[in-house]
């Protein structure tokens, strides 16, 4: 469809819907963690819930890069980025399936 929104993933560098991608943004700490609802103000980043971009996107180098400031991915990032994938972007949080 014409207009959808696209982002570059910061691991693979390719655009993608919006939609596919998990939105990252960096802490007053320095500290990136996840922006799942799309709702955190200021610069974001944007990389693919897949292991081969996490394991780019999430270097401290790329993150520098990409927020221009240090940065630092919090250990477990990869991790919540996949659940956060799984469950879909922008869904509510307490939504759980038993
Ligand atoms: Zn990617």
Redesign the pocket.
Known sequence: MKGEPRRT??????A?PKQT?VRLVRGRDGVVVTDSRGVVGGRGAW??P?D??LA??LSRARLTHAFRRPCEASAELAVVVRAVARRGVGAPPCEVSL
Not at 9 to 14: A, D
């Open positions: 993933c910061l691991g693979c560098r390719r993608r991608l990389v693919c897949d081969p971009c780019r996107a």
